[in-house]
T-cell receptor, first 108, second 118 residues
């Protein structure tokens, strides 16, 4: 089993749709959780950290379920500019493990 | 957010030559830097982790004698691809993590270096 797994995608959704991504991790000792977005041929950029209590930033909501070892990202009212690959990142100590990413295409 | 730069952004070299890529943290001290490689349509793969002043820790399957990493200061790490071959052509991305405060847990990525070996 891979350390970090994500929905395979791609997700093709119309503008304004709500879309949710899931990510599961295998290392129960993991302490840090993040969502990054990566545009084609660019470096990943931090979208948001994921806290135990969950967190929301505008249209984006991230949640963590430690018992089930999964993280989710919800995007509401999706925009064309949200089209990207979303990477789940799980860290423990010095190591950060990236998920394979889920590609989102928001269509006009 | 923190700024990490990489140089060069793009390099084309001939097979058998060596290429050095620099990664700099511009506004914070990076106690740990990471080097990743990403092939087209694939995920980021961690190659090695380097801590300032000590030897890098390489991931399984990454040849330490081929990918030389030097983290000589708190703001600079270099990756040298020695005797490059076409299969080394990839997108190389560094990231940096600071020693404390707001920079402690998050990784900040450089813009990446696209290496093409002909």
């Amino acid at each position: 089993r891979k350390e970090v797994e994500q929905d395979p995608g791609p997700f093709n959704v119309p503008e304004g749709a709500t879309v949710a991504f899931n990510c599961t991790y295998s290392n129960s000792a993991s302490q840090s959780f993040f969502w990054y977005r990566q545009d084609c041929r660019k470096e990943p950029k931090l979208l948001m950290s994921v806290y135990s209590s969950g967190n929301e930033d505008g249209r984006f909501t991230a949640q963590l379920n430690r018992a089930s070892q999964y993280i989710s990202l919800l995007i509401r009212d999706s925009k064309l500019s949200d089209s990207a690959t979303y990477l789940c990142v799980v860290g423990g100590g010095q190591n950060f493990v990236f998920g394979p990413g889920t590609r989102l295409s928001v269509l006009p | 957010g923190a700024v990490v730069s990489q140089h060069p952004s793009r390099v084309i070299c001939k097979s058998g030559t060596s290429v050095k890529i620099e990664c700099r943290s511009l506004d914070f001290q990076a106690t740990t830097m990471f080097w990743y490689r990403q092939f087209p349509k694939q995920s980021l793969m961690l190659m090695a982790t380097s801590n300032e002043g000590s030897k890098a820790t390489y991931e399984q399957g990454v040849e330490k004698d081929k990918f030389l990493i030097n983290h000589a200061s708190l703001t600079l790490s270099t990756l040298t691809v020695t005797s490059a071959h076409p299969e080394d052509s990839s997108f190389y991305i560094c990231s940096a993590r600071g020693g404390g405060g707001e920079f402690l847990n998050e990784q900040y990525f450089g813009p990446g270096t696209r290496l093409t070996v002909t």
